[in-house]
């Protein structure tokens, strides 16, 4: 099936438009809107320039929707390769990711691994009581009961 009758672009590229018969390439040609003749077999042709494709819907138009269309088409068939693509792949599970150590970690569980001797801890605690009795922020009878607490007595 050939292309219906129209002005095309020049197949020779000697022109802007040349004008298809719906059989062969005629020797009408326009350039800027100014109609003349050059016949398609002149010595500037080397070759027959092949007939165009059949149109799909006549005017420019009609070229330009149907263009839009595959692209839309072409468009909507990568969205969906792109969808399936993603729905075969596994799915992450929800599992917690653990926090990476702080720098002293190493140092600290070392520390917590080694015997402790309660009798620097208590030590420890009963100067803290002592410095918080010496500032005013405990009072004697608060001092004397948390070091009892403290020596378990």
Do not use: C
Request: glycine share 6%.
């Amino acid at each position: 099936m050939s292309a219906p009758p129209a002005w095309l672009a020049d197949p020779t590229g000697r022109h802007q438009m040349r004008y298809w018969d719906g059989v062969q390439w005629t020797d009408y040609v326009s350039d800027a809107g100014a109609q003349s003749t050059d016949p398609v077999g002149s010595p500037a042709t080397a070759a027959p320039a092949p007939a165009p494709a059949p149109a799909s819907g006549g005017s420019w138009m009609d070229k330009i929707g149907t263009a839009a269309n595959q692209a839309v088409d072409a468009t909507s068939a990568a969205v969906d390769s792109a969808a399936d693509s993603l729905s075969s792949r596994p799915q992450p599970t929800s599992q917690p990711v653990a926090a990476p150590a702080p720098a002293n970690a190493t140092a600290d569980a070392a520390n917590a691994s080694a015997p402790v001797d309660q009798g620097n801890l208590v030590a420890d605690e009963l100067e803290k009581l002592a410095k918080l009795k010496e500032s005013g922020v405990l009072t004697d009878e608060e001092f004397a009961a948390q070091k009892s607490k403290l020596l378990g007595s």
